[in-house]
């Protein structure tokens, strides 16, 4: 929940003129939601699946959905970017201009 809390004060700062919303910001409150469907994911596919049993996976189930959105979610192109996106995040906040890219 932190997240969007952060992303609405990025926001509202920018709307009133306090700072420009930017790509750091952008990154940083990304890369939060990433870790967040990476994680989830992770303990749907470790954890939960092979304790449910077999009928909570069946076609028309509550965790039949939740499974097949999650693993949409986690096999997006947007987790594929996991690790460029953070090397590029901990580029910026320590100084280090990622290559190709000016502030």
């Not at 952060?6 to 870790?35: F, K, N, V």
Request: net charge neutral; aromatic share 6%.
């Amino acid at each position: 929940m932190s997240c969007a809390d952060q992303h609405m004060e990025r926001c509202r700062q920018h709307a009133s003129g306090e700072r420009p919303y930017t790509w750091e910001d952008d990154l940083y409150i990304s890369c939060i939601a990433r870790e967040t469907i990476v994680q989830a994911w992770e303990a749907v596919e470790n954890d939960l699946y092979r304790t449910i049993g077999s009928s909570a996976a069946k076609a028309g189930q509550r965790f039949e959905r939740l499974f097949r959105d999650l693993a949409m979610a986690a096999g997006h192109r947007n987790t594929m970017m996991r690790d460029p996106l953070l090397r590029q995040l901990a580029q910026l906040r320590l100084g280090v201009d990622p290559a190709g890219m000016q502030r």
